[in-house]
């Protein structure tokens, strides 16, 4: 089998339906989101593209902030998303990798995950973390889940990556 040629790009409008797809096509993996959710912040999406074929996907939000506004700036990994046929090929580690380093002049301090794979986020320097730290997500969004009757029985694994020393 050959390697896979790929590149990392910022997502663009036209690859709004393309994300959708990739994100619907892993739903024991993943929380749906809606097409207009992902065209409003298309500007915090990055992409894999093959063959002009978008192949994966990453997305990340800026969480609000508890307590002094200089104290914690948090960013959130979401929707990471590489398709079938591409997997187990490193893309979804450079499509981490990228999130991390396009996030990083906002001078965070750490940056989030919730995952049904930790041992991939472990690989990449991720530590697991109580969700009870992370009250502010789950009030934002975890709240609004459809998918589990409550954000602490949820199999998700809170995880996080200490940026804070690196900036």
Known sequence: MAESVYSIRPAEFKDAEA?????KSSPEE?????????????????VAEADGEVI???????????????????IEIKSVAVNTEHRHKGIGRSLVEAGVERTR????????????????FQTLGFKEIPKETLMHK??????????YDSPFTCPEVAM????????
Request: glycine share 4%; aromatic share 6%.
């Open 30 to 46: 993943l929380i749906p989101r809606a097409i207009s959710d992902i065209v409003q912040n298309i500007d915090r999406c990055i």
């Open 19 to 23: 994300i959708f797809r990739l994100i």
């Open 138 to 147: 789950i009030y934002m969004g975890c709240i609004n889940c459809t998918k």
């Open 105 to 120: 002049p906002l001078h965070m301090s750490q940056i989030i995950v919730l995952t049904f794979t930790p041992d991939f």
């Open 56 to 74: 994966g996907t990453l997305s990340w939000q800026v969480l609000p902030e508890i307590g002094a506004a200089s104290e914690q700036h948090v």
């Open 160 to 167: 996080a990556l200490d940026v804070s020393a690196e900036a």
